[in-house]
């Protein structure tokens, strides 16, 4: 096989690698994370680009730009997207806070203390639970 045929070969089986439902030429670098999300929750819910942007009232390069590029999109769009999307900002946008991860030795009294409560019959979990809702609710009107 000679070289020509061999490129086109190459360049035939990358378009049909990039084409299955995807416009433009394929990008060069990953997407930021927010991109990510953003088309990920598009595509979830079935949307085009185009499709998704007739609902936002932009246009369908503005969700091209904040899928691919955007690396610090604006609250007000996020905000927008989330609510059409049905997602919360913080999936969209990313919760970054990272949780804690559990340390090794026994759990805190008050784990156990849960633990040991679900073992009660159902009426002393309910004596219990509003005695700490009582508590609670003394804490909060301080």
């Known amino acids: ?3 020509s045929i061999k490129t086109q070969c190459a360049l035939v089986f990358r378009s ?18 927010f991109g990510q999300r953003l088309a990920g929750a598009r595509k979830k819910k079935g949307w085009s680009q185009a499709e998704f942007a007739k609902r936002l009232n ?9 899928e691919r590029r955007a690396v610090n999109p604006t609250l007000e769009f996020i905000q ?29 009294k008050l784990i156990r203390q849960i633990e040991e409560l679900r073992r009660l019959p159902r009426a002393k979990q ?13 804490a909060t009107a301080r």
């Not at 932009?58 to 904040?66: F, G, K, P, Q, W």
């Not at 927008?80 to 805190?108: C, F, H, M």
Request: aromatic content about 6%; hydrophobic content about 40%.
């Open 58 to 66: 932009v246009t369908r390069n503005l969700i091209d730009y904040y």
């Open 16 to 33: 049909l690698a990039y084409d299955a439902g995807m416009a433009g030429r394929p990008t060069t670098r990953e997407a930021p994370l």
């Open 126 to 138: 309910r004596f219990v639970s509003e005695l700490l809702d009582t508590v609670l609710q003394q």
């Open 80 to 108: 927008q997207a989330a609510g059409t999307l049905e997602v919360s900002v913080a999936e969209l946008a990313g919760d970054e806070i990272k949780t804690a991860t559990p340390r090794p030795g026994p759990a805190p």
């Open 1 to 3: 096989m000679n070289a």
